[in-house]
């Protein structure tokens, strides 16, 4: 190799050194790989591909049609199903007012009770860990089996909440409950929070139980009181879990599709209606194309709540 | 082996893409040839052998079609009916992506109304006109699975959408089970409730059950017979004094019906009535078996509430539903075709309709069961074709019968009938 050719064959490294030619082919080169290696994601790419790609440009096409869903005919028309949806549909604009509503109330709710559940049952005691398991017991049990357990409980004539209330003597509490349009909602959101409460809160005791028992000592020889102690030490620990909590519950609560259906059957009425229930509906009347939009709608409003939430909520444990 | 570069693996992933993307721009559409001008043919005809998927959604009569399956397979050699039953509700709202392409019914049932329009509009329905089945049903009740001069589907069971009466109650408190107006019904449900019970229980908790008593308090206020297919076009009006006239008689059962009526759902309705507590069920005919299976003893007649001022058209309302047709892109039509026929048979019907508690539409059938010989003299009565299925929309129908458990739970009845008609208007 000539003097010139070596020189060009080395340059100087970060550290000062030289690299061989390996090493740069390595840096520069294209990657020379094992072609049978790319055979491995392809069965996961088919698959992502026919099943969530595909479905998804799909729904973009169908949601400029007016197509019925099963008729070979169909027109091209724009933007009108958009445009229907929040102008002419007043089924819709109620299921997005009801959907936003449900959500944060649930989100509140949850995250507020799930957060008290775990400071109450942090400790590894027995009746702590009873406890955990009993919270957590409803997150086991299929959806549809807690809206028909709660369909019941709500029931005006036999259901267990007006029997409890009227044992007590405080039947003037009694009522309807879902079959009130005002308050089927907040009723339907109890029921949310009782089943998914139990998961949030094993979240948040992962969380307390990373926290320095030192750090409380340390607190309590300083004089801190309880309030003190939570916001300087506890809160900034389970601010990162507080993210997930609300994060998951905004998706869980979005997606209330079963519980809405199993507890209030289907269709649900207007009061309890929420975006994916009367995505369902529309289908269901023949409008796949419209279904299509209010679909992408819903999409893009998950999307939407999600970032606004994560813009939101940049919970972090100081110092990070 | 050659090798390949990140580049031209990104490449060949890339083109998969564009190829998936491609594949979703295919236009939307099935498989299935509508009918096309020469209209839908006859089912094939040929060998009565192989698997014929039967799809429903009754999944209370399996054990009976069971029975009748394996009846059918004596007569056959080599055939096997199987039964692919959805729920009600999944029925309604998938039957036709299940149907279609006959992957699932080669023999199918859909609902009146709407389900059977898209059916037929689908292309999904062989014709049934020149079928041995057809001279099996009385032809007044056939109209519901017409379309044109075709004879698309055979409407199998008769219902009667109209509140069970719980006979022994009723003598008790001394009232009329055949009021000839509407101020005999709340005289009658008067004496009900002073005598201790509930007159009736209504499950309007649940849209679909809730909503059959709007068959009988439509059917003598509206000014014609296909009502609901002129609110849906906009002829008439929920506004329309009529249908306020029917909201105002909805308010005045509020006294009769059991407490928060619009939060009970259908079960605990059921068993109100079944245990003696109330004197009326507003649901249907259709529920016999269920009120039974809840343990009802008492003898079951059928009241109409006749809104009328005694002058009314009709004495009841009914509906002609389960509507059996053969999968026109099914591969075994014949033996799908022959067991439809052979369910049309007197002798199979009537073991139908007699484990089931159901009548059916097929003449000459004897009932036994108790139940459906006291309410028989029903089917030659003038009854109402149930109006609520002439709605084509669902969002439609639902809106103009929540207007009904508006008023039960409070709302006045013009306040409810304008709600549901700015949802029609913007159906339009």
Not at chain 1, 54 to 69: C, E, K, R, S, V
Not at chain 2, 19 to 25: D, N, P, Q, R, V
Not at chain 2, 85 to 95: K, L, P, R, V
Not at chain 2, 142 to 167: I, R
Request: proline letters at 5%; charged letters at 15%.
């Amino acid at each position: 190799m000539s003097t010139h050719t070596k020189m060009a064959a080395e340059r100087k490294a970060p550290d000062g050194g030289t690299e061989t030619d390996a090493a740069k082919r390595r840096r520069r080169s294209p990657t020379r790989v094992n072609p049978a290696l790319y055979l491995f994601p392809l069965p996961a790419v088919a698959i992502i591909a026919f099943f969530l790609v595909m479905p998804t440009l799909q729904a973009f096409q169908y949601a400029i049609t007016d197509w019925n869903g099963f008729s070979a005919a169909f027109n091209y028309v724009g933007l009108d199903n958009f445009v229907r949806a929040f102008t002419k549909d007043s089924l819709f604009t109620n299921a997005l007012t009801n959907n936003l509503k449900f959500v944060l109330m649930v989100v509140i709710a949850q995250t507020a009770f799930s957060l008290v559940l775990a400071l109450l049952l942090t400790k590894n005691s027995r009746g702590s860990i009873l406890l955990r398991a009993l919270f957590f017991f409803p997150t086991i049990l299929s959806s549809v089996s807690v809206a028909f357990i709660w369909k019941f409980i709500y029931d005006p004539n036999f259901g267990l909440a007006n029997a409890v209330l009227g044992g007590v003597g405080l039947e003037a509490l009694q009522g309807s409950y879902l079959g009130n349009n005002a308050q089927a909602l907040y009723w339907v959101a109890v029921t949310q929070v009782w089943f998914h409460a139990g998961q949030m809160m094993v979240v948040y005791i992962a969380g307390l139980q990373a926290i320095p028992r030192e750090l409380y000592e340390a607190a309590e020889m300083d004089g801190a009181g309880k309030w003190q102690q939570f916001k300087s030490i506890t809160w900034p620990f389970v601010a990162p879990a507080t993210s997930i909590v609300v994060a998951y519950t905004t998706v869980q609560s979005f997606k209330a599709f079963d519980l809405i259906l199993g507890i209030a059957g289907n269709p649900p009425k207007q009061s309890l209606d929420i975006l994916s229930t009367r995505i369902y509906s529309t289908f269901a009347n023949s409008e796949f194309g419209y279904a299509a939009a209010q679909s992408i709608i819903f999409m893009a409003m998950i999307a939407l709540v999600t970032w606004l939430q994560r813009r939101l909520l940049r919970l972090t444990p100081k110092g990070e | 082996m050659s090798q390949i570069s990140r580049r031209q693996a990104i490449a060949i992933l890339g083109a998969l893409g564009f190829g998936a993307t491609a594949a979703a721009c295919a236009g939307p559409g099935g498989t299935t040839a509508p009918g096309g001008a020469a209209g839908p043919a006859a089912p094939a005809t040929g060998a009565v052998t192989g698997k014929v998927s039967f799809a429903h959604w009754r999944g209370e009569d399996k054990a009976v079609f069971d029975e009748l399956i394996k009846r059918f397979a004596a007569l056959h050699d080599g055939v096997d009916v199987a039964q692919d039953i959805s729920t009600s509700n999944d029925y309604n709202a998938q039957g036709l992506q299940k149907v279609r392409g006959a992957a699932i019914g080669d023999a199918f049932a859909t609902f009146r109304g709407a389900q059977f329009k898209n059916f037929t509009e689908a292309g999904i329905y062989t014709e049934l006109k020149d079928s041995k089945a057809v001279g099996n049903y009385q032809p007044g009740l056939l109209s519901a699975g017409k379309s044109g001069d075709s004879q698309l589907g055979l409407p199998y069971q008769v219902v009667f959408p109209m509140p069970m009466a719980n006979a022994d109650l009723f003598d008790k408190a001394g009232a009329e089970i055949a009021p000839k107006d509407w101020d005999g019904f709340l005289a009658m449900c008067e004496k009900l409730a002073a005598s201790g019970v509930i007159p009736i229980s209504w499950p309007g908790g649940d849209v679909g059950n809730g909503g059959q008593l709007f068959n009988c308090m439509i059917a003598n206020n509206a000014p014609v017979d296909d009502m609901c297919t002129q609110i849906e076009q906009g002829k008439l009006k929920c506004t329309d004094d009529w249908f306020i006239k029917m909201l105002n008689q909805y308010k005045e059962l509020i006294p009769y019906l059991q407490p928060n009526a619009t939060g009970t759902a259908v079960e605990p309705a059921q068993n109100l009535f079944s245990q003696g507590k109330a004197a009326m069920l507003a649901t249907g005919s259709y529920h016999l078996a269920a009120v039974r299976g809840l343990g009802a003893k008492f003898p079951i007649e059928l009241v109409f509430p006749n809104t009328s001022d005694g002058s009314g058209k009709y004495e009841g309302a009914y509906n002609a539903t389960f509507i059996l047709g053969v999968n026109s892109a099914s591969k075994n039509q014949a033996a799908a075709a022959a067991w439809i026929d052979f369910l049309s048979e007197p002798e199979n019907a009537g073991y139908y309709a007699n484990q089931t508690a159901q009548h059916v539409t097929v003449d000459k059938v004897e009932y036994t069961n108790p139940d459906l010989k006291r309410l028989s003299p029903w089917l030659e009565k003038k009854t109402a074709l149930a109006a609520r299925f002439q709605f084509q929309n669902l969002d439609v129908r639902n809106a103009v019968e929540a207007s009904a458990t508006a008023v039960i739970s409070g709302t006045s009845p013009e306040q409810a009938a304008e709600a549901a008609q700015k949802i029609v208007d913007e159906r339009l």
